[in-house]
């Protein structure tokens, strides 16, 4: 069983910064991957960015490489989301998830979920 919980949405402008924190908690974690998904209003809930606990792989989605960043804190059991260069666009609620096995971008394959933390980004 792994438990996981966000923190660290808020309400932004454009071009701002921002870094979501995932507390992961679990007696597998060495086999995870932690991964970040969006949900936007009214749409589907969507693929970030991921990372493997075990050798720190990283992926991450086209819509956000090179603006966002996900890390490992190697001192306690926190995945973070460091957000960059923020658009209206990226305005969602953000979702930390965690499965065993190898990295994967699809929701349904995941069965670990936090609670979710609502990003706004105005513009």
């Known amino acids: 069983q792994v438990q996981l919980v966000e923190s660290g949405g808020g309400v932004v402008q454009a071009g701002d910064s921002l870094r979501l924190s995932c507390v992961v908690s679990?007696?597998?974690?060495?086999?995870?991957?932690v991964t970040w998904f969006r949900q936007p209003p009214g749409k589907e809930r969507d693929f970030v960015a991921a990372l493997r606990w075990t050798g720190g792989d990283t992926l991450y989605s086209e819509s956000v490489k090179g603006r966002f960043t996900i890390f490992r804190d190697n001192t306690d059991n926190t995945v973070f989301l460091q957000m960059n260069d923020l658009k209206t666009e990226d305005t969602a609620v953000y979702y930390c998830?965690?499965?065993?096995?190898?990295?994967?971008?699809?929701?349904?394959?995941?069965?670990?979920w936090g609670q979710g933390t609502q990003v706004t980004v105005s513009s």
């Open positions: 679990g007696p597998t974690l060495s086999r995870v991957a």
């Open positions: 998830a965690a499965r065993e096995g190898v990295m994967n971008t699809g929701p349904r394959w995941y069965n670990y």
